[in-house]
């Protein structure tokens, strides 16, 4: 499903730049649920931005789903929107929005209207009953439930996590896990999570350790 090689990204120029990516090798099978490990600044999320394309590596190689993806801006736009979807830390819901409306918002940028299949996502999630409540409104782990439907809302073939329990307390982060395995047994979903919590990476198939912008053990 994926594949990166030789993948390397600084930031800054000069004596203050930070090479963050050194050339860093990575594949994860199609249904496989991987989570990734590592201390704080290794370069986690800057994978994961250049994984979902939402960054471009200086240097090295993504392929997604059969496809090397290009240097052309527009091409990796539409293939982050078709393909990838993203959980954060923060939940980034728009609080001017209903939980319906916030979960759409992936199908109304490509010119999509499926209420139908919020509305299935949401009740598959256990959050219909806050379909029309907005984000401030909700509990935490409603918000995160809603931001999971967001990102699977389009169907992307890659579904990306950024430290999705980072702000859940022990309860919800238990329930969001095991909500994310389910997306990924059930749906065959296959799933990126970066995480600090062994409990979240024992929910995963494989773990592997991020050290200094390089995949250390796999
Ligand atoms: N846009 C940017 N501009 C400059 N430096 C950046 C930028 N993004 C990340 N960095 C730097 O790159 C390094 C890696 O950052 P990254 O966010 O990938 O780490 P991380 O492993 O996700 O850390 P954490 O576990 O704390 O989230 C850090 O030193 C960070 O300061
Ligand atoms: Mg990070």
């Not at 120029?13 to 050194?22: A, E, I, Q, T």
């Given at each position: 499903m994926l594949i990166a090689a030789g993948l390397h990204k600084s930031f800054g120029?000069?004596?203050?730049?930070?090479?963050?990516?050194?050339g860093l090798d990575l594949r994860v099978k199609r249904g496989e649920f991987l989570a990734v490990m590592g201390p704080s600044g290794c370069g986690k999320s800057t994978l994961l931005h250049v994984i979902g394309l939402m960054t471009s590596p200086d240097a090295g190689e993504v392929h997604l789903d059969g496809r090397r993806v290009g240097s052309s801006e527009s091409e990796r736009a539409r293939l982050r929107r078709s393909h990838v979807g993203f959980v954060f830390q923060r939940f980034n819901l728009i609080s001017v929005l209903s939980a319906r409306d916030n979960a759409a918002i992936s199908l109304r940028v490509r010119g999509l209207q499926r209420n139908g299949r919020i509305d299935e996502l949401l009740t598959s999630m256990g959050v219909a009953h806050v379909a029309d409540r907005k984000p401030g409104d909700m509990s935490i782990g409603e918000q995160q439930r809603v931001a999971v439907v967001r990102a699977l809302a389009h169907e992307p073939a890659l579904l990306l996590a950024d430290e999705p329990t980072g702000n859940l307390d022990s309860d919800n982060s238990r329930s969001l896990l095991e909500l994310l395995r389910d997306i990924n047994t059930r749906r065959g979903q296959t799933l990126v999570m970066i995480t600090h919590s062994a409990d979240a990476a024992a929910c995963a198939d494989r773990v592997v350790q991020m050290k200094d912008g390089l995949i250390v053990d796999r």
């Open positions: 120029k000069g004596r203050s730049k930070v090479h963050v990516l050194r």
